[in-house]
């Protein structure tokens, strides 16, 4: 099977319209209905079922979906790995969403940069829960991730600190001078809406950097993981949730990495956050 067969039926079976998957794919529509053909007479299975009015996905299309996408995101994935390692000047590529590394990313940096394999890191932020899309398509080496909140499915991990929830408020807000919270005690609350989906009824927040500018506003609190506290605005405070979840941060990086100045970062990461304690990050 071709690489560029697959991209072709993909794209028709994403869109289930030849018209419009020849207008993503920036080619005419009759040599894409062949490349289709072919590929079904050479797989022996017929994975489009097409009549006048529609086109719809067999079994077997849906399978050869599910299993094009990875397999197309994997060599997405393998040229980009491949031209940063031939680059002059190798560079590991961290990702990581504001403020999810619970502090320890500077000291990761600076012990990093003292190891006899290391090279330069660039760290690349971004949104809320794109760290996985990027470490799976090769735009990065390496990702900060959360348990139970984000993706970790087919990674290498290595845990790094397992924290406490709390919950940020105004300072003015009727919990603020408590000691500590039940879940319980914010029934009513408003809380953000990670994803559109969300069924709370808050804002979305599609940056963690929103988050404590709506809670100033009084638009909203949230329970988030305790080295929050490390860089909390004046104005908010942050409550122990006795029944809170335990969150445990994380590092990630491919199956299939053999990397030396990763897995030497990877050893950092850990021996960094060894030598850390719930208490001095949320101190």
Request: proline fraction near 4%.
């Amino acid at each position: 099977m071709e690489s560029r067969e697959l991209a072709y039926f993909v794209a028709v079976a994403e869109e289930l319209n030849f018209s419009r998957a020849a207008a993503r794919l920036g080619i005419a529509q009759p040599p894409l209905s062949r490349a289709v053909q072919q590929l079904e007479r050479r797989l022996g299975v017929t994975l489009l079922e097409r009549t006048s009015r529609q086109v719809s996905l067999t079994t077997a299309g849906e399978v050869l979906l599910h299993e094009g996408r990875k397999a197309l995101t994997t060599l997405e994935s393998a040229e980009r790995r491949t031209k940063r390692a031939g680059r002059v000047d190798p560079r590991l590529v961290l990702v990581m969403k504001p403020g999810g590394d619970a502090g320890l990313l500077e000291r990761i940096l600076a012990r990093y940069a003292a190891h006899p394999e290391a090279v330069e890191v660039e760290v690349m932020i971004c949104g809320i829960g794109e760290q996985e899309a990027f470490l799976r398509d090769g735009t990065a080496d390496l990702a900060m991730l959360r348990l139970p909140h984000d993706d970790a499915t087919g990674f290498a991990t290595e845990e790094l600190l397992t924290e406490r929830e709390v919950v940020v408020l105004r300072r003015d807000h009727r919990l603020a001078g408590r000691s500590s919270v039940r879940m319980a005690d914010l029934a009513d609350e408003i809380f953000p809406r990670w994803t559109d989906d969300c069924p709370a009824g808050g804002p979305v927040i599609r940056d963690t950097g929103q988050v404590t500018q709506l809670i100033a506003l009084g638009r909203t609190i949230a329970v988030l993981p305790e080295s929050v506290t490390l860089h909390l605005r004046r104005d908010l405070v942050a409550v122990p949730v006795l029944d809170g979840h335990l969150t445990t941060l994380l590092i990630a990086w491919s199956e299939e990495s053999r990397s030396r100045p990763l897995a030497a970062f990877v050893r950092t990461a850990a021996e960094v956050a060894a030598g850390t304690h719930i208490a001095e990050v949320g101190a």
